[in-house]
């Protein structure tokens, strides 16, 4: 584990975050876009500036060496990485703090603090990366006392099988230490997101993260083969295996369930040999539903892309006005084994079909993905979290919902939330603001859009505004057939949804499963179900 500080109220790590100059350029863009004439920013928080209640907890000594109760370690574990959670950091209004901070060295630390746990009846809050922008990881306002248990320290690739292309890893280790660690062998877990640099890959298994690669290997679940797992009822460890028809798969029961049933401390997962072979371009289309039918098309020929992004024009490029007509679609292939030409020929056949135009500098370009309009994008894609907390101190509000629905019902679906967002956007704030949507992952049966919204705040109450307009997209989600979340979890912001989509049978079943693993409640009370 870097010994780099991560900052407690922003995304990154200290010292990191967008130079004077990106700042200067970012706010330039957003001016022109909203046409604003200057910002009022509020000055970014320090430790000090921010009280908290005194810890609620009395660490024993035998703990001492890796419980904290660090004013610092409290403050950057109190909330998530979204927009929110940074505006309320700016506000300096941090009233519900862990008491204490866990960072157990092994598994058998993981065991001495759930008993402690246990014995003084704290609240758990199980903490991977920290990057959680659904509050996943924030303490719940009416427990009596809490402990939230980082495992930062679990940061090892501890084996890696050459022959099945598998290796065991710690849950704790982050992105580019996993990836880090495992360069030698000539294998990569290729399971990368925007949130890569700071979170864990037993968070990526809790939440079901999207990876990477836009089909066929989209979710976590596609990799994980076994699991080692901690609970307060005892530790289990499932079998290492291709697949097997013995049952419920019991690794699926801890994928996805957010901490709540007990804490991801090993998994093996499925590698692969890095990839040799690339190309990549962009291709332009006159309008989003020709570019979706053009994708769906691609999705649904075999050919499996690892990027097919299809992004609203005026996402594609910063410097868009909002509105601009088009779409471009960044569509990349890669492989270990072979090279691609015949796999993007016939993907631009499609596209043309469509009446799609690409980028042919990209395709013999040495980086292929670094070119043209799908350079531009990536670019912006990996630093945006960076400018979270500059738009934050203008009072400039940036979030996104995402989901899944079937082809048949997109465009309906589509229509009607940007229809809602856009409403929703003049009605609380008496202002125009930028929504767009873009294909995070896709299916033969459906994408996944993803929709990004960017929109000046009225700084005094931009905290009610952001919910307001927040709550009303994600209950548009829900309320035209598609899902709260396609990767970004459930934990407290998407719950009331997840509940209406959820069958009540299910939600029954997963209260007896965490009777059994967790039978006082301690894990993560509040996220997916009540005890």
């Known amino acids: 584990m870097t010994d780099r500080r991560k900052s407690f109220y922003a995304w990154g790590y200290e010292g990191e975050g967008a130079s004077d100059a990106e700042v200067k350029a970012f706010e330039a863009i957003v001016a022109r876009r909203f046409?604003?004439?200057?910002?009022?920013?509020?000055?970014?928080?320090?430790?000090?500036?921010?009280?908290?209640?005194?810890?609620?907890?009395?660490?024993?000594?035998?703990?001492?060496?890796?419980?904290?109760?660090?004013?610092?370690?409290?403050?950057?574990?109190?909330?998530g990485k979204n927009w929110y959670d940074v505006a309320r950091m700016f506000l300096r209004a941090v009233p519900s703090p862990p008491d204490a901070i866990a960072f157990p060295r092994d598994e058998a630390d993981v065991v001495r603090v759930l008993g402690w746990c246990d014995e003084i009846g704290a609240t758990v809050i199980p903490y991977?990366?920290?990057?959680?922008?659904?509050?996943?990881?924030?303490?719940?306002?009416?427990?009596?006392?809490?402990?939230?248990?980082?495992?930062?320290?679990?940061?090892?690739?501890?084996?890696?099988?050459?022959?099945?292309?598998?290796?065991r890893i710690q849950a704790g280790v982050y992105g580019p230490a996993l990836e880090a660690q495992l360069k030698p062998s000539g294998?990569?877990?290729?399971?990368?997101?925007?949130?890569?640099?700071?979170?864990?890959?037993?968070?990526?298994?809790?939440?079901?993260?999207?990876?990477?690669?836009?089909?066929?290997?989209?979710h976590i679940d596609d990799v994980v083969q076994s699991l080692r797992v901690v609970t307060p009822a005892g530790t289990l460890e499932t079998r290492r295996l291709p697949g097997s028809g013995a049952g419920p798969a019991p690794d699926r029961l801890f994928i996805g369930s957010e901490g709540i049933l007990g804490i991801i401390t090993e998994a093996w997962v499925r590698i692969r040999p890095k990839p040799v072979f690339r190309t990549a371009t962009s291709v332009r289309f006159k309008d989003y539903y020709t570019g979706a039918d053009a994708v769906r098309d691609i999705t649904q020929s075999g050919l499996y892309p690892a990027n097919c992004r299809l992004l609203e024009a005026s996402e594609a490029s910063p410097t868009a006005a909002i509105d601009e007509p088009g779409a471009v679609l960044v569509l990349a292939f890669e492989s270990a084994d072979h090279p691609l030409d015949a796999w993007m020929k016939r993907a631009l056949e499609i596209c043309e079909h469509h009446g799609g135009t690409w980028d042919r500098t990209a395709l013999g370009a040495a980086d292929p993905q670094r070119q043209g309009a799908a350079g531009e994008w990536r670019d912006k894609f990996i630093r945006m979290p960076y400018f979270i907390e500059h738009l934050a101190a203008r009072g400039v509000m940036a979030t996104t919902v995402e989901s899944a629905i079937t082809w048949d019902r997109f465009k309906d679906f589509h229509a009607k939330v940007i229809d809602t967002g856009r409403r929703v956007m003049r009605e609380v704030t008496g202002r125009?603001?930028?929504?767009?949507?873009?294909?995070?992952?896709?299916?033969?049966?459906?994408?996944?859009?993803?929709?990004?919204?960017?929109?000046?705040?009225?700084?005094?109450?931009?905290?009610?505004?952001?919910?307001?307009?927040?709550?009303?997209?994600?209950?548009?989600?829900?309320?035209?057939g598609g899902t709260v979340t396609h990767h970004h979890a459930v934990?407290?912001?998407?719950?009331?949804?997840?509940?209406?989509?959820?069958?009540?049978?299910?939600?029954?079943?997963?209260?007896?499963?965490?009777?059994?693993?967790?039978?006082?409640?301690?894990?993560?009370?509040?996220?997916?179900?009540?005890?």
Request: one cysteine or more; charged letters at 20%; aromatic letters at 8%.
């Open 432 to 480: 125009d603001g930028s929504f767009t949507c873009r294909f995070t992952h896709l299916y033969p049966d459906g994408p996944a859009p993803y929709f990004s919204l960017q929109l000046p705040l009225d700084k005094p109450v931009m905290l009610r505004q952001y919910m307001e307009i927040k709550h009303a997209l994600l209950d548009a989600l829900v309320a035209n």
């Open 128 to 167: 991977g990366g920290g990057s959680s922008v659904v509050s996943g990881i924030e303490p719940p306002a009416d427990a009596a006392r809490v402990v939230t248990l980082d495992l930062r320290h679990l940061d090892r690739v501890l084996d890696v099988d050459r022959v099945s292309h598998a290796a």
């Open 491 to 531: 934990g407290r912001v998407h719950r009331p949804y997840y509940d209406r989509e959820r069958p009540e049978l299910f939600a029954a079943a997963l209260r007896a499963a965490k009777k059994a693993l967790d039978p006082r409640g301690l894990l993560n009370p509040g996220v997916l179900i009540d005890p």
């Open 187 to 218: 294998f990569t877990l290729r399971h990368y997101m925007q949130a890569y640099e700071c979170s864990s890959l037993g968070g990526w298994i809790a939440t079901r993260s999207g990876g990477h690669f836009v089909t066929l290997y989209t």
């Open 35 to 79: 046409g604003l004439g200057s910002f009022d920013v509020t000055p970014p928080p320090t430790p000090a500036d921010i009280a908290l209640r005194a810890p609620r907890v009395t660490v024993p000594a035998s703990l001492a060496t890796i419980v904290s109760t660090d004013h610092r370690d409290r403050l950057e574990h109190s909330y």
